[in-house]
């Protein structure tokens, strides 16, 4: 009788044992048919099941189907870096193109025998300004590339910026003036000195000089006051056509304002700003705001104030 029954739950035993591997094993080739589907696709949302209970395998499957939702990320990742890159590169190839088609169009009147000097000498200053400006434009590529892969070196040191804004200012003044801009200036004598490579601040300085000549209408403020522990340095231009939901693009790479990308700016130089203060360890933001006499559009630096030393105050 005791025999009977010991056969009885075996026999049992082995037909739960039995169903249970069939049931798994056709669970596992479910999911094994899944998982194909799944890699024929490049993007998909789909997550792999176990119709039959199983306490291990359903751990197997989550860790599975985890490594599967890094995968979607990382293909969204990089499909979003890819539409970028060749953004960027369809901007690089227009920006080099067109200072080098006006180069060879004037090099091509160049050769008309019947040009009076004046005219050559005209012809030949447009080619040698879009020429430096083709010459630029590949620093400032070659700059960027180094700063964005760690290969810019800084050499941080004790600065003192009223001396550096003073003189980035003096080598601007006539073009300002060139470009009909009445440029107000408050900036405290105040010696007050930060942590910055000087190189890199006096082309912070370039830089945004550079974006008021190309982007400024009619008025111009620079200030540069001690602000506690901070030096605060402000460029404020009028300009017109800019939007609020510009602004925070204005550090983009390759941004700008003009849409029809006539030449006059690539967008790099902002980008090169942010970079070099953010390595420096200061900080720079941007902002437009609405006057009585038109919009202004202000670039702040904020930059950390080394100490205070030899106290003295003035305007300029």
Known sequence: ???????????????????RFYSLRRGLRSSRRLMEEINGRRVTNQKLILTAPDRELERLLETVNQGLENARLEQVVYCGREKEFRRQIANISHDL??????IL??????????LSEMERREFLNVVRRKAEALQELISAFYDLSRLESGEYSLDPERTE????????????????????????????????????????AKRVFFNLMQNILNHGTSQVRIEQ????????????????????????????????????????NTGLGMTIVQKLLTEMGHQVDASLTQGEDGDWFTVRIAWRAERQADKGSGKK
Request: aromatic residues 10%.
């Open 1 to 19: 009788m005791i025999e009977r029954i010991l056969l009885a739950a075996a026999m049992a035993a082995a037909v739960f044992y039995a169903a």
């Open 97 to 102: 193109r067109t200072p080098l088609t006006s």
């Open 105 to 114: 169009g004037y090099l091509e009147l160049l050769e008309d025998p019947d």
């Open 161 to 200: 910026l009223y001396g550096l804004l003073c003189e980035t200012l003096a080598a601007f003044y006539e073009d300002f003036q060139t470009a009909g801009l009445a440029v107000e200036t408050c900036i405290s004598q105040e010696r007050v000195f930060v942590t910055a490579d000087k190189k890199a």
């Open 225 to 264: 006051r001690r602000e506690g522990a901070e030096v605060i340095t402000t460029f404020s231009n009028m300009v017109q056509g800019m939007r609020q939901e510009d602004v925070p693009r204005v550090f983009e790479r390759f941004f700008t304002a003009d849409e029809m990308r006539t030449g006059q």
